[in-house]
């Protein structure tokens, strides 16, 4: 079964600090690796998303690290704002992105004033 | 845009019930899928379609049955319900091209069986 495998379960991060967050896989026939970010009540939505072929990506604030070799990935929120506070799934799919996501098992942020 | 829509928001059911979940997107989106959410886990997926008439099984598709008459609209039904189907679920959609890989949620829809 494919799997991802997300830790921590849970985050607290001071106002202005670096949250981190860690995804790992198994199947190597991943080509699309993205990150949602969902609000209570609210569906995910797309956060950044990234492609093996490089190995980091950066949005505003947000970054995903992407180490093939070690089949690991990860989201990191540079100084990290009360808005932030939400659950992020990391999610992986086959087919550039045209099939399912298969998603880890959430973070939840949370980012004190 | 509304984007994708999915009805109810809420619904409690008894044991043994039917229902049919509502999802419509007006993306003209191709790729539409079911997720359900359990409390502390991630999505899981259901059932999935890449085009009217064409649908396919997820991961957890036991007990649901989906139909893909239209691009817009992919409804989940559940013929039995059981305890175990409480979960909130989510549709999606995504337009299916290369490079366009965004998959869109709707709001979801909080399902209880009791």
């Known amino acids: 079964q494919q799997q991802v495998k997300q830790s921590p379960q849970s985050l607290i991060v001071q106002k202005g600090g670096i949250s981190i967050i860690n995804c790992a896989y198994e199947?190597?026939?991943?080509?699309?690796f993205p990150w949602y970010q969902q609000f209570p009540g609210k569906g995910p939505a797309l956060l950044i998303a990234?492609?093996?072929?490089?190995s980091e990506k950066k949005e505003g604030r947000f970054t995903i690290s992407f180490n093939k070799s070690a089949k690991q990935f990860s989201l990191h929120i540079m100084d990290s704002q009360p808005g932030d506070s939400a659950t992020y799934f990391c999610?992986?799919?086959?087919?550039?992105?045209?099939?399912?996501?298969?998603f880890g098992s959430g973070t939840r942020l949370q980012v004190q004033p | 845009n509304a984007g994708v829509t999915q009805t109810p928001k809420f619904r409690i059911l008894k044991i043994g019930q039917s229902m049919t979940l509502q999802c419509t997107q007006d993306?003209?989106?191709?790729?539409m899928y079911w997720y359900r959410q359990d409390p502390g886990m991630g999505l899981k997926l259901i059932y999935y379609?890449?085009?009217?008439?064409?649908?396919d099984k997820g991961e957890v598709p036991n007990g649901y049955n989906v139909s893909r008459s239209t691009t817009e609209d992919f409804p989940l039904r559940l013929e039995l319900a059981a305890p175990s189907q409480t979960s909130v679920y989510f549709c999606?959609?995504?337009?299916?091209?290369?490079?366009?890989?965004?998959?869109?949620f709707g709001p979801g829809t909080r399902l209880t069986v009791l």
């Open positions: 379609s890449v085009g009217a008439g064409i649908t």
């Open positions: 199947n190597t026939a991943f080509d699309y």
């Open positions: 999610a992986a799919s086959i087919g550039a992105g045209r099939r399912a996501l298969t």
């Open positions: 990234i492609r093996p072929d490089v």
């Open positions: 999606a959609s995504s337009y299916g091209g290369i490079g366009t890989d965004t998959q869109y």
């Open positions: 993306m003209n989106h191709n790729y």
